[in-house]
């Protein structure tokens, strides 16, 4: 009797490529554009892949859900460099939004405001959101009116630069409410 071990390893899966090259083609027929950008309409997949090989080119499907799909001469090697940079591109231009943090108390004073006051200005310049809360630890907890006053005295100073983006709200013992700058 044989003992089968058992692979705790996550096998890697494969990656499909985005785009079907030469022999992996397999419509009838397509349309296609050469190494120049010039439409030469649309032909069997066959003719369109001698052709491309005649011209020392690769056949690229582009755009594989028209009809019939568009396939364009080019080195198979530089269209996926310039694709992988336009994906790259892509995504340093997606920025995550990040959420800084201010914390306030219950006893907190005009001067004290003001100072959180400039540290949420400098995070709304760096285009992030700002969580103001407040943790109430014992008596706290019974003037959670005073905590809301709070809050609506450090979000008037913030009025000619931020809006409200989620209204204040109550996890347990903290008190939250996030603020975004105004866009101009």
């Known amino acids: 009797m044989r003992i089968r071990r058992v692979s ?3 096998r890697r899966q494969i990656q499909q ?3 079907r090259v030469n022999d992996r083609i397999r419509v009838p027929e397509v349309r296609v ?3 120049a950008g010039n439409n030469l309409g649309v032909m069997k997949t066959r003719d369109a892949l001698s052709l491309a090989e005649e ?3 690769d056949l690229i499907e582009v755009s594989p859900v028209a009809v019939p799909p568009v396939c364009k001469f080019e080195n198979w090697g530089s269209f996926n460099y310039q694709e992988q940079k336009k994906r790259q591109k892509q995504k340093a231009k997606v920025k995550a939004v990040e959420v800084k943090g201010v914390r306030l108390s219950v006893g907190m004073k005009e001067h004290d ?8 200005l400098k995070f709304f310049e760096k285009g992030h959101k700002v969580k103001a809360e407040i943790v109430m630890r014992g008596r706290e907890k019974a ?6 006053e709070v809050f609506h005295i450090f979000s008037d100073m913030l009025s000619q630069d931020a809006t409200i983006d989620t209204p ?6 903290k008190l939250f409410m996030i603020l975004q700058a105004k866009s101009d």
Do not use: C
Request: charged share 40%; aromatic share 10%; hydrophobic share 25%.
């Open 8 to 10: 705790h390893y996550k």
């Open 17 to 19: 490529p985005l785009f």
């Open 33 to 35: 554009v050469d190494e």
């Open 55 to 57: 011209r020392g080119y």
């Open 113 to 120: 405001l003001e100072v959180r006051k400039k540290q949420a």
């Open 143 to 148: 003037h959670r009116d005073r905590a809301e």
């Open 168 to 173: 204040l709200q109550s996890q347990g013992p």
